[in-house]
């Protein structure tokens, strides 16, 4: 910070500047012999589709275990993507995914599972390379796996990371746009990007609390997205009102806690069963209401 502010300035160093350095440096040590000693764990949560009630979907989710406890990775991305450790981590999640729900997906063609990527990692030119690495060496149909982006990849996107995107939907693999509505480009910006599907930010779905509102945003969204033949998924669903509005919206498919909190492997048969009631719940409702 104090390079940054120039040679004729003096920026004092504050001892909370020194501790917030500090932490980030024992983080980033923390998170390397974490990645080598394959303590690196993924949650699981199911994305049920809203026509049959099946769940056809899993989105992979990080957790690490640090000092005994399992920690959320809005506590540690930002650093690893600072760090450059994001690349480690988001080559081993990728792995770990497809071990841990390689016979769950090996059981049907339609089954597909989403892991989140970061700009950070799609800055290596061998990024699609290396996916495409790890699927083949685990026998993943290329079909049944996609990847997470955000807006903010598109932002700055130098050609190569666009043509890496191009090469993995090339050879099958599906591109989402997450946490969509909550970064800056456009609606219509939607119809240049390389993605396949489009998952409406939470903020938008916790904007349904009753059912009866007019939600010209997120209808506009929603309608949107499926007019450019893109397949939309709502996150962060909570109730059965906002399933049920979601799915009168012709969402495609819906996620959150409603129907399962993220889970380790060892509990997805807990989760499909538990998803799989909530959706025939919902969609019982959703009937009985005409
Ligand atoms: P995301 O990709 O948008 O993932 C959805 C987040 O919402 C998850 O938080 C999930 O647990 C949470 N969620 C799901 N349903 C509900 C709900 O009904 N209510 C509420 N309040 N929350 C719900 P999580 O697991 O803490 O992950 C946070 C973010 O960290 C992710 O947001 C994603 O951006 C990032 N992330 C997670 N795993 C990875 C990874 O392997 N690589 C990278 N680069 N980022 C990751
Ligand atoms: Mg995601
Ligand atoms: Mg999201
Ligand atoms: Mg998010």
């Not at 690490?64 to 081993?92: H, K, V, Y």
């Not at 806690?257 to 492997?265: E, I, M, Q």
Request: include cysteine; glycine fraction near 6%; hydrophobic fraction near 45%.
């Amino acid at each position: 910070a104090a390079k940054e502010a120039g040679k004729n300035r003096y920026v004092h160093f504050r001892p909370e500047m020194h501790a917030a350095l500090l932490a980030r440096t024992q983080l980033t040590a923390g998170l390397r012999q974490s990645v080598e000693l394959g303590q690196i764990a993924v949650h699981y949560q199911p994305v049920v589709s809203a026509g049959p009630d099946e769940v056809l979907q899993f989105e992979a989710l990080v957790r690490w275990n640090w000092q005994g406890e399992l920690m959320a990775p809005d506590n540690f991305i930002t650093t690893a993507e600072r760090s450059g450790m994001i690349r480690e981590i988001g080559a081993e999640v990728l792995r770990r995914t497809c071990l841990e729900l390689g016979p769950w997906l090996a059981g049907d063609p339609r089954r597909s599972v989403a892991v989140n990527v970061s700009g950070v990692q799609l800055q290596r030119r061998d990024f699609a390379e290396q996916v495409m690495d790890t699927i083949k060496s685990s026998g993943l149909d290329p079909r049944q796996l996609v990847l997470e982006v955000t807006e903010s990849v598109f932002f700055d996107a130098h050609s190569h990371v666009i043509a890496q995107l191009e090469t993995l939907r090339a050879a099958g693999i599906r591109v989402a746009l997450d946490d969509f509505g909550t970064g800056y480009s456009s609606l219509g910006r939607l119809q240049e990007l390389p993605v396949d599907i489009v998952k409406i930010d939470r903020s938008f779905v916790s904007m349904v609390v009753t059912g009866a509102e007019k939600l010209p945003i997120l209808t506009s969204m929603i309608h949107m997205a499926k007019s450019l033949g893109l397949q939309v998924t709502a996150e962060g669903i909570e109730t059965s009102a906002q399933a049920r509005f979601l799915m009168e919206h012709h969402c495609d498919a819906l996620q959150g806690f409603l129907f399962s909190r993220p889970r380790p492997a060892t509990e997805l048969e807990h989760a499909l069963r538990t998803s799989v009631a909530g959706i025939a719940v919902v969609a019982k409702a959703a009937t009985d209401a005409f």
